[in-house]
């Protein structure tokens, strides 16, 4: 919606009184980013014009424009110009500028047409108020009581308008999706039409007649906030509770090592779902990691290597049927043909049938040394725990010996567990997801908060979720939505898309909850009665 | 009529015939069993021994091809057609009375007075 757009000159005003600048404007934008980058809180949002739309769908897949901060800039530039970047942007803007790749001029058009739209919305009530004043106040009867009465009316319905479009679209951009947001786009050309029919009526009957009646025109104006409540009433339905219902419940499948989640969600476009599941990604699944996947492609080249291809090109395939066609029996080349690809396999499946059993031992081979670098891992971590004691209140005051603050303590017992957390990590080939400086870093915040070694180890013994893992070892930072149907068409039951990445896909299939139908039967709470079964009497 | 398990059974039994009566297309007997080897044998009032799970007599239809045949309620069955009815369920026993395809039943029942009237008349001619 773009009445809020209004309100980014004065959330810039706010902006600066509480320093913050995380107001912004949300984007219905049609940019093509995927940037995972750009969900950091930095992010701003833009609201797409309404007359996108109207320009025809040009939008363009597949390009990998992103910008973090281009939010920062712009409020410098679109905003009152009594505003200037803080030290805070200009720090973060270079900072992030190894992620942005440049600011993209359509999305300062789409941000100044909703600013302007926002400005015409805001402003309109009140241009409704002030204009006779201006331009015929000697005609104008005077505002009685009930009038004015009205006007504490408009100023806290604008009020309310203001609070309730920051509460909804002032917040910080999750990401760059490739089309534009269907329902903010037709909630904008609403919104547009709205006022525009508005100043319509307001200029041929108030206007041009000059009427009098001062009461009427606040009237007026106090109907025109009204209706822009309802439709911000309108846009909190379209946009946030109707897709609260779960509708489908989709299998995100990851593509290299078959980890499965399943989420519920409701009626999304196929742009939006895939946010959705990206997010829960991020949180859900454990991060991926491609030294695992290594052990089985080297099965795969082994039985490669296994086989002997040879090249039937067509010409090959030609002289062989030519020879054979000599021979008696026509249907004789084509079969032959057919068993020497039929032989190749069947040799391969024979060097085949020895694998299994090797991939058995060396499995049970692995599992093994795992839980002995475990034990050895477990037990020395144990012991470098019991090397360091928390000092209470008192003894702080009396014993200034040998303290230590929590990261020197860390340091201090870290190289007695060093060698076998090394060891336990290069075993399960997690060894890159962490290093040392993290690891001493958690060491010191298990220490500040009292866990036990057990509690410090979980988080080495067992993958946790993308999230926690630097940057740096996502592997997951752009990603490209690939779909059959448009991705602005909603889901249905059965729709399949991927969401590549650069070194994995997740896999997303849809299914429909189905539609439950349930009858009511009444029992009547007299009616449990049971007898004894004594002996039961047949007459034959 | 006490049993002993595992021991053979030894009863005085009357041979009593009942042709089976068309009502419809139901054929009747005209009486109502009650026991079985599922059944609670405690409940039984007929049976002296409250261990006996046989199939006993519990109602009469007067004017009915039982009573006519010289059944009487209180009997215990024995074998019908030649079945053994000492050690069936409930549900067995009613089908074996309620074939479709016999007209005839044939029952060997047993009851006190057969034994009384056997002593009795043991008694009366001891030597013979």
Not at chain 1, 382 to 394: C, G, L, V
Not at chain 2, 17 to 30: A, F, S
Request: one cysteine or more; charged letters at 25%.
């Amino acid at each position: 919606m773009d009445t809020e757009s209004t309100y980014s000159g004065y959330s810039y005003y706010s902006g600066r009184s509480r320093g913050s600048h995380r107001h912004g404007e949300r984007s219905r934008d049609r940019h093509k980013t995927r940037s995972k980058d750009s969900r950091s809180e930095k992010s701003v949002t833009i609201n797409t014009p309404p007359a996108e739309p109207l320009l025809g769908d040009s939008a363009v897949r597949g390009e990998q424009v992103q910008d973090d901060n281009w939010g920062e800039t712009t409020t410098a530039v679109t905003g009152t110009s009594e505003h200037s970047l803080s030290q805070e942007d200009i720090v973060r803007i270079t900072k992030d500028l190894e992620d942005s790749v440049g600011l993209d001029c359509r999305r300062y058009f789409t941000l100044a047409l909703a600013v302007i739209l926002g400005l015409l919305v805001f402003l309109t009530p009140l241009a409704f108020l002030v204009l006779p004043h201006l331009l015929w106040p000697e005609k104008l009867q005077s505002c009685g009581t009930a009038c004015e009465g009205l006007f504490i009316s408009v100023a806290f319905k604008l009020l309310i308008l203001l609070l309730a479009v920051w509460a909804l679209f002032f917040r910080p951009r999750r990401a760059g999706l490739p089309r534009v947001f269907v329902f903010r786009a037709l909630l904008a050309v609403l919104v547009l039409l709205f006022v525009v029919s508005y100043w319509l009526f307001y200029g041929v009957r108030i206007l041009d007649s000059q009427d009098e009646n001062y009461q009427g025109i606040v009237q007026y104006a106090v109907s025109l906030v009204d209706a822009l409540l309802f439709i911000h009433y309108l846009a909190i339905v379209l946009l946030e509770l109707r897709q609260l219902q779960p509708c489908f419940s989709v299998c995100v499948t990851r593509s290299t090592d078959g980890e499965i989640r399943h989420y519920n969600l409701g009626q999304l476009s196929i742009q939006r779902a895939a946010l959705a599941i990206l997010e829960h990604y991020y949180c859900d699944f454990p991060v991926s990691n491609p030294a695992l996947l290594s052990a089985s492609k080297s099965r795969a080249a082994k039985h490669l290597a296994g086989l002997k291809v040879y090249n039937v090109d067509d010409a090959f395939r030609a002289k062989l049927k030519a020879y054979l066609l000599d021979s008696p029996g026509n249907n004789a080349a084509a079969g032959l043909v057919h068993s020497q690809s039929r032989a190749m396999i069947a040799a391969a499946a024979r060097r085949r049938d020895t694998s299994h059993n090797e991939l058995y031992y060396e499995e049970a081979e692995h599992e093994r040394r795992v839980r002995k670098r475990k034990a050895r891992l477990v037990v020395a971590v144990e012991e470098a725990f019991t090397h360091i004691k928390r000092m209470q209140e008192e003894e702080q005051k009396k014993a200034p010996g040998d303290v230590m603050d929590p990261r020197e303590a860390a340091q201090a017992i870290f190289p007695s567990m060093a060698r076998a957390l090394q060891k336990y990590l290069r075993t399960t080939k997690q060894q890159h997801c962490h290093s040392m400086e993290s690891i001493q870093q958690h060491l010191a915040f298990c220490i500040t908060n009292n866990m036990t070694p057990k509690a410090f180890l979980e988080s080495y013994l067992t993958p946790g979720p993308t999230l926690q893992y630097s940057r740096d070892h996502w592997r997951a930072r752009q990603w490209t939505l690939i779909s059959e149907a448009s991705v602005t068409s909603g889901l249905k039951d059965g729709s399949v898309f991927l969401l590549r990445c650069v070194d994995f896909s997740l896999v997303v299939t849809t299914k429909k909850i189905p539609y439950i139908q349930m009858s009511e039967e009444y029992i009547d709470p007299k009616s449990h009665k049971f007898v004894l079964r004594l002996q039961s009497e047949t007459s034959v | 009529m006490s049993f002993v398990p595992g021991q053979p059974l030894t009863a005085v039994v009357q041979r009593i015939q009942i042709q089976k009566l068309r009502q419809g297309e139901n054929l009747i007997l005209g009486f109502s069993i009650g026991g079985g080897i599922d059944q609670d044998p405690g409940q039984n009032p007929f049976s002296d021994d409250k261990t006996d799970k046989g199939i006993y007599v519990t109602r009469i239809t007067p004017g009915g091809p039982a009573n006519a045949a010289g059944l009487r309620m209180g009997d215990k069955l024995m074998q019908v057609n030649g079945w053994d009815m000492t050690m069936v369920t409930h549900d067995q026993a009613r089908k074996r009375l309620t074939k479709k395809n016999e007209d005839v039943v044939r029952l060997l029942v047993t009851r006190k007075s057969l034994e009384e009237a056997v002593k009795q008349s043991m008694g009366c001619f001891p030597r013979q």
